[in-house]
């Protein structure tokens, strides 16, 4: 909030309530421009973390990591999301037994885990 509150009380009290209800709506809306702020810097570390530590191949993977943000009236979402490659994107976070067309070898796949970490990243800088 800024700035100082006057109210001068006059007989039906009228102008306390209005003083009152103002100020809480200031304070509302500096605390949702602070959140939304928050939310959309977490998303962006957790976005370049994923880039920056998944695999490199021909970096199409990495390049295709975008961040959709959705504001309502006092709250903020943040996706952070593969545009084009969410498929994969579950394949290579996670352990997959790996087949052929002989059907299951008996091998695994392991999962790199880099969503996690950036998710937790991300997470700890919302936290602060």
């Known amino acids: 909030m800024s700035g100082k509150l006057s109210v001068t009380i006059g007989s039906g009290g009228d102008e306390l309530t209005a003083a009152i209800m ?3 709506g200031e304070c509302t809306d500096e605390n949702a421009r602070a959140l939304s702020k928050n939310v ?3 998303a962006r570390v957790s976005k370049d973390a994923i880039k920056a530590n ?3 191949e021909s970096g199409h993977y990495a390049k295709s990591w975008a961040v959709k943000v959705k504001e309502g ?3 903020t979402e943040a996706v952070v999301h593969s545009r084009d490659r969410y498929m994969l994107a579950h394949l290579l976070e996670k352990d997959h037994g790996v087949s052929n067309q002989y059907g299951p070898t008996g091998h695994t796949a392991s999962g790199d885990g880099v969503i996690e970490a950036a998710f ?3 997470a700890a800088r919302l936290k602060g």
């Open 54 to 56: 998944s695999r490199k």
């Open 40 to 42: 959309r810097e977490a």
């Open 22 to 24: 103002q100020a809480c």
């Open 120 to 122: 937790e990243k991300g």
């Open 73 to 75: 009236h006092l709250s």
